[in-house]
């Protein structure tokens, strides 16, 4: 029996059970991306969200999604030429030399120390909590805490707080980092985490060709893609120079009536991550 069919029995239902859990990344770095994921949770296919608590509009998510299912964003990285944010704690370490937290994944890997990643991403759970958000669980903004040695602390932040995780497959990540190490299946296992057991994201491929592709003949278990949308206009298009049409039809496509139709056909349960944290949390 596979970890797929044992967490499809686990969450009581059938051990063929196929759940599709599609996350909105990014709550928090925009009003325009607030707008366009409670739209996407209320109206559409996406099942959850995490949220970017460092961001200048962190708080307003806080109260918009009150009552939805939203996790944490960990965020190490602020990618925007022209909108930076910081971190919460003011570790040095995290920092670029215009103060503000890194613009790609490899400079951020490289000059964080681990201590300062930890006491971080602890604050940002904390400030979340803090809003009084009811964290589902969380995942990382651009795959940072993903890559040893701070794949480390995100397992150990898992167990502290009792979160399911987003995983990544040794290999077949697509941030162009090598995870290294120990996959973070088999290191989760170790330590009782619970996540999705596949994660698909292809970025920039369009997203609803992605899910065209996958939802018809997704496995047994729990599969997560996640999407960015935000509504367009000119606040998106004055931040994100390189991708706005991605993220603007992200925000078009977890609305279309075509794809809720493409999943109801492919006898996918929709899901969350609030049930796999509950059951992890009911285990005592």
Same mark, same amino acid.
């Given at each position: 029996m596979n970890t797929g069919e044992q967490l499809a029995e686990r969450l009581g239902h059938?051990?063929?059970t196929r759940y599709l859990i599609i996350n909105c990344d990014d709550v928090g770095s925009s009003h325009s991306a607030n707008v366009a994921a409670l739209k996407a949770l209320d109206e559409g296919i996406?099942?959850?969200?995490?949220m970017m608590v460092p961001c200048p509009w962190a708080r307003e998510a806080a109260r918009m999604f009150d009552g939805r299912d939203v996790g944490v964003h960990l965020t190490l990285t602020a990618e925007y030429p022209g909108y930076r944010w910081r971190s919460l704690t003011g570790?040095?370490?995290?920092?670029?030399?215009d103060g503000f937290l890194p613009a790609r994944t490899k400079e951020a890997v490289a000059n964080a120390r681990p201590d300062d990643v930890r006491?971080?991403?602890?604050?940002?759970?904390?400030? #979340?909590? #803090?809003?009084?958000?009811?964290?589902t669980h969380i995942d990382t903004h651009m795959g940072v805490v993903n890559i040893p040695p701070f794949s480390e602390i995100f397992l150990e932040l898992a167990?502290?707080?009792?979160?399911?995780?987003r995983l990544l497959d040794k290999g077949k990540n697509t941030y162009n980092f090598d995870?290294?190490?120990e996959d973070s299946r088999t290191a989760a296992a170790k330590r009782h985490v619970l996540g999705s057991d596949r994660f698909i994201f292809e970025w920039p491929t369009d997203t609803r060709d992605l899910l065209r592709k996958h939802v018809p003949k997704l496995e047994p278990g729990v599969t997560e893609f996640c999407a960015h949308p935000v509504a367009d206009g000119p606040e998106l298009r004055a931040y994100d120079p390189a991708a706005p049409e991605q993220r603007a039809?992200?925000?078009?496509?977890?609305?279309?009536p075509e794809l809720k139709q493409l999943i109801a056909q492919s006898n996918a349960k929709p899901i969350s991550f609030r049930p796999i944290r509950d059951l992890l949390r009911s285990r005592g």
């Open positions: 059938a051990l063929d996406a099942t959850s969200a995490t570790a040095r370490s995290l920092h670029d030399r006491s971080e991403c602890r604050a940002q759970i904390e400030q #979340a909590l #803090a809003w009084g958000v009811d964290v167990v502290d707080y009792r979160l399911p995780v995870i290294g190490g039809m992200d925000a078009v496509y977890l609305c279309d």
